[in-house]
């Protein structure tokens, strides 16, 4: 790669980190060109040369927020421990969203409304994924390596759970009487929902020497400041479409 290939992806870097970062708290019609342009450090029209709108930010958003959840299925192989595999899958995704609560509370709004932006990459591009993941699960069931389960269901299953400590993170901490996760309750979430995922496949949940998951830091404010920030991002993020 020369200098000016790792310049380019430099920027357009930047400018996706910024763009997470304003979707996330601001909501797609919330967030502005200018105000992504000023949290990158780069002059506005950078964006409209890399990628030509708001919109078309927000769609490469979704995309890279999608394929970064699901690099953690990557242990899915047909030649892989089941029990190992599926332990760190759901390890993997839980850590991903729990470090980038902001990246999960995008997507779900996207979902919620109606998936205006990522209708087509689902189809074009996470259904195959989909399909060849959910291969590797009926595999294992074909050959008597884990209970017979629905590996389409299964995967959305492990999506459902990991991610409800991010997108219902205000509710999940009131409820447990916390400011903040601390290290001793992701861990012990995470050893949960592991066993929770094994014990459904027919598994015996795995033991781990050390359940400390490295790179998880406490996040959000619980309690009212939290469900009012999280309600700002709903009222802004309404109604789609406000163009920049």
């Known amino acids: 790669m020369n200098r000016q290939q790792t310049n380019r992806r430099e ?44 919109e078309r ?10 394929h ?12 892989a421990d089941p029990a190992m595999a599926l332990d760190r899958v759901v390890r993997a995704k839980f850590e991903r969203v729990i470090n980038d609560p902001r990246s999960s509370r995008i997507f779900a709004m996207e979902i919620l409304n109606g998936a205006p932006y990522t209708q087509r990459h689902l189809r074009e591009a996470i259904r195959p994924w989909l399909a060849d993941k ?27 759970v990991t991610q409800h400590y991010a997108d219902f993170g205000a509710q ?39 359940h400390a998951l490295p790179g998880l830091a406490a996040f959000g404010p619980a309690g009212e400041d939290a469900l009012e920030q999280n309600d700002r991002v709903v009222d802004q993020d309404a109604h789609h479409g406000q163009r920049d």
């Open 134 to 160: 959910s291969a590797v699960i009926a595999g294992w069931v074909n050959d008597g390596r884990i209970a017979a389960i629905d590996p389409i269901q299964l995967i959305f299953m492990i999506w459902a």
């Open 68 to 79: 970064d959840w699901n690099d953690a299925f990557d242990h899915l192989q047909p030649d």
């Open 57 to 66: 930010l927000y769609e490469a958003v979704l995309h890279d927020i999608i």
């Open 172 to 210: 999940v901490l009131v409820l447990m009487d916390r400011s903040a996760y601390t290290e001793t309750d992701l861990a012990h979430i995470a050893d949960a929902l592991s066993a929770f995922v094994l014990r459904s496949c027919g598994l015996e949940p795995l033991t781990h020497a050390d």
């Open 11 to 54: 920027k357009k870097g930047r400018i996706l980190r910024a763009a997470r970062a304003a979707f996330g708290v601001q909501g797609f019609q919330g967030a502005t060109l200018q105000g992504i342009a000023r949290r990158a450090g780069l002059p506005k029209p950078n964006i409209v040369y890399y990628f030509g709108s708001k």
